[in-house]
Nanobody
Framework: VQLQASGGGLVQAGGSLRLSCATSGFTLDEYSYGWFRQAPGKEREGISCVSGIESRTYYGDSVKGRFTTSADNARKTIFLQMDNLKPEDTAIYYC????????????????????WGQGTQVTVSS
């Protein structure tokens, strides 16, 4: 299972950015997948988790209404559209996945997602 996030960069507050995640070694339909982020000195924070079985996407409270996760199964790519960005969104962003198409809300703060690769840096200036 391999995931590689890209598309990060520097953006002004209020702006938008779209992250991409190239995946290989697994089928999106059989896995839950999503994003989390980590800022320096802070814990990991779950951003989103897509559950195929439930046909539902979970979002962290701090990004609800601003961030949207989607996927192109044919291209095996996951996306994170980030709108109305705030300085507190500055972090390294990781795409992640876990076998089994459920988002495990009681496991940890990233829904039990346990495969991820290198992240991509997002910096939001005020």
């Amino acid at each position: 299972v391999q995931l590689q996030a890209s598309g990060g960069g520097l953006v002004q507050a209020g702006g938008s950015l779209r992250l991409s995640c190239a995946t290989s070694g697994f089928t999106l339909d059989e896995y839950s997948y999503g994003w989390f982020r980590q800022a320096p000195g802070k814990e990991r924070e779950g951003i989103s988790c897509v559950s195929g079985i439930e046909s539902r996407t979970y979002y962290g409270d701090s990004v609800k209404g601003r961030f949207t996760t989607s996927a192109d199964n044919a291209r095996k790519t996951i996306f994170l559209q980030m709108d109305n960005l705030k300085p507190e969104d500055t972090a390294i962003y990781y795409c992640a996945a876990a076998y089994g198409a459920y988002c495990l809300q009681t496991v940890d703060n990233i829904w039990g997602l346990n495969y991820w690769g290198q992240g991509t840096q997002v910096t939001v200036s005020s």
